[in-house]
């Protein structure tokens, strides 16, 4: 095999799949997100928007990662991009007929949450099956990459066609959802999907699988803890709105921002290693808090967008750090089932990290939420720091699972 994964047709393909796929959900995100808080402008409508995209990953967890390991990975994930694509339409065509208040787009934030929860894990389980064990970091932090083009991409070019029509938004959502499908349609892979029917057991065995590691648990809780209280993805369209008075575009801009300190440094790690990735791992978390902190004083554009370039390059490392670990020391015949646990950590961190914002900015303000959200993640290194001494003498050699 090459050097690079993306001489790899069957890789190129998945990047392209990966990137159009998250580009069309952050499209979403950014209208969406607008919509409902311009409907009341208040900061629980905004919480009640991560609680429901978070509870999908919550209530069908078992099944995510069944489904996964079951079934044919490509079939699971081009059946979810199936549904975002009609979800979308329907949205476009709602919001031309005007039927856009918020209990009517909280159902849609329910139903794309349930599409991304199948789709996620399995999507992840398939890159291991395209790439070879030694170069499996370097595609990680290829398609970290991916990721992070869509994520700057995504949200920028949503604000800028919400500005003109929202329906725009949502229409140019379902043909990258399309492209994706058509991309990757023709990916054949060795999975061997399970025949035996599945039991309790056999659902819960990638929870199982975690505990008993206290190094990969160690690992996902302390992302999941500090993302849950420092994460101010939540709260943008209020500070967009509210303190920096910048506008849809502004929004755009704001969400892109994390990208693009995570794609710097996801293209950095796929061309180097980090030795002692358990130190990286605190370092990267305490950094997240810094600059969540910093975000949050901020009145200023330009510094807030700094501030969460920063943010986004120091959570791409323990991004980073943590798929290696779950994908290396992970068995094939399970991956799915692991991959979707740690979807529910990363869903646990991200949207109830969201209502936890919301919550909070309803009660403090927007500014006092993200500040403390900020103390909080510094709080929480430092506590897992002395949890788990194992992090701290990972080298960052991870082995494979036989």
């Known amino acids: 095999m090459s050097a690079s994964p993306y001489a790899l047709p069957a890789f190129r393909r998945y990047w392209l799949t990966r990137v159009c796929t998250i580009m069309a959900f952050q499209m979403q995100a950014v209208a969406l997100g607008w919509q409902v808080y311009a409907w009341h402008h208040r900061a629980m409508d905004l919480a009640w928007v991560g609680l429901i995209s978070f509870m999908p990953a919550v209530l069908l967890v078992l099944w995510i990662g069944q489904a996964a390991d079951h079934f044919e990975r490509r079939v699971v994930v081009i059946s979810c991009q199936s549904i975002s694509l009609l979800l979308a339409l329907g949205l476009a065509t709602l919001t031309l007929l005007g039927h856009t208040d918020a209990r009517l787009l909280w159902a849609f934030i329910f139903f794309l949450g349930c599409a991304k929860a199948f789709e996620s894990p399995a999507l992840a389980a398939m890159l291991p099956e395209l790439v070879s064990t030694e170069h499996l ?116 801009l704001l969400r892109s921002a994390p990208a693009a300190g995570a794609l710097l440094v996801s293209l950095w790690l796929s061309r180097h290693s980090l030795r002692h990735g358990g130190l990286w791992m605190f370092a990267a978390v305490a950094g997240f808090g810094v600059c969540t902190i910093i975000f949050g004083l901020s009145h200023s ?60 900015a309803a009660w403090l303000g927007a500014e006092r939420a993200i500040i403390l959200g900020g103390i909080g993640s510094l709080l929480i290194a430092a506590l897992w720091y002395q949890l788990f001494p194992e992090m701290r003498r990972h080298s960052g050699q991870v082995a494979t699972q036989e």
Do not use: K
């Open 137 to 252: 970091p370097r595609a990680l932090g290829a398609s970290s990459a991916a990721m992070q083009v869509a994520v700057i991409g995504g949200p920028a070019l949503g604000g800028l066609l919400y500005a003109l029509s929202p329906a725009a938004v949502y229409t140019c959502a379902a043909g990258l959802y399309l492209a994706a499908m058509l991309a990757l349609a023709p990916l054949r892979t060795p999975q061997r999907p399970g025949t035996t029917p599945p039991t309790l057991a056999h659902m819960l065995a990638g929870i199982r699988y975690i505990w008993e590691r206290r190094i990969l648990l160690g690992t996902l809780s302390l992302d999941l803890f500090a993302v849950l209280l420092g994460g101010a993805t939540a709260l943008l369209p209020m500070v967009a709105h509210d303190i920096l008075q910048a506008g849809p575009l502004g929004l755009g």
């Open 301 to 360: 554009l330009a510094l807030s967008m700094v501030a969460l370039a920063a943010a986004g390059g120091s959570d791409m490392i323990s991004v980073v750090i943590r798929s290696a670990m779950v994908q290396l020391e992970t068995p094939d015949a399970m991956r799915g089932r692991v991959s979707a646990v740690n979807f529910l950590f990363i869903g646990t961190s991200n949207q109830l990290g969201e209502f936890e914002s919301g919550l909070t």
